[in-house]
């Protein structure tokens, strides 16, 4: 399978803890996006990279929330003391080199904070 | 800020109908707008990607349409069938950006 791939698909969590998702993007596609999706409404911009940079941030990534990328490959975005407004589904897409203009998108992490 | 409205929210519809779903976007510097199918609880899949310089893209039973001076895209369903029921999202980057801002979409029905 050469699709983003987005781990865990599923995650439940108490208030206060902490969450870590991973994303490996398509081989070779040089940018990665991160998007936030509550029940109802289209996804949101939260960061995106380019390789190891991290090019923009929204202001919906506040500080609990922190992204990163190492190698330029796979990349994970970690949540700090979830709390309930952070239910969510999190996606992750990617796009190559020579055509920024369209993303692929993963199946995304739908996190559950009780 | 680039705002994307679609209309209708959704829609309900019995199998072989020819469907129309209508995007509708603020700033219309924009790179090119794309059409994504999400279904339940899943993630995005493209169905078109339409260029700025250019006014449709095709594939298969879909056809999107591109109007930047007015700010339009239309995503048009030939013979619509049960498989297609799913919600249909329109993205459209702005401001000289990739970064593309999306519509709440349209939750399709297509009923036997």
């Known amino acids: 399978d050469t699709g983003v791939s987005q781990d865990p698909r599923h995650k439940i969590t108490k208030r206060g803890q902490n969450v870590t998702f991973r994303c490996d993007p398509i081989?070779?596609?040089?940018?990665l996006y991160w998007y936030r999706q509550t029940l109802g409404q289209g996804p949101e911009f939260l960061t995106y990279?380019?390789?190891?940079?991290?090019?923009?941030k929204s202001r919906l990534l506040s500080d609990r929330f922190s992204a990163e990328r190492p190698k330029g490959s796979f990349s994970t975005l970690e949540i700090q003391r979830t709390e309930q407004g952070d239910s969510a589904m999190y996606l992750c897409?990617?796009?190559?080199?020579?055509?920024?203009?369209?993303?692929?998108f993963g199946p995304g992490t739908r996190l559950t904070v009780l | 800020k680039q705002e994307v409205t679609q209309i209708p929210a959704a829609l309900s519809v019995p199998e072989g109908e020819n469907l129309v779903l209508n995007c509708s976007f603020t700033?219309?510097?924009?790179?090119?707008l794309q059409w994504f199918r999400q279904d339940p609880g899943k993630g995005l899949t493209s169905l078109l990607l339409?260029?700025?310089?250019?006014r449709e893209q095709t594939s298969g039973r879909l056809n999107a349409s591109l109007d930047k001076s007015s700010g339009r895209s239309t995503l048009y369903i030939a013979a619509s069938q049960p498989g297609d029921s799913a919600t249909y999202l329109c993205?459209?980057?702005?401001?000289?950006?990739?970064?593309?801002?999306f519509g709440r979409g349209t939750s399709l029905i297509v009923h036997p």
């Open positions: 897409a990617s796009s190559p080199l020579l055509n920024y203009n369209e993303q692929f």
């Open positions: 081989s070779e596609h040089n940018r």
């Open positions: 990279f380019q390789n190891e940079a991290q090019l923009e």
């Open positions: 700033d219309s510097a924009i790179y090119n």
């Open positions: 339409i260029q700025s310089s250019q």
């Open positions: 993205a459209v980057p702005s401001g000289g950006s990739y970064i593309p801002t």
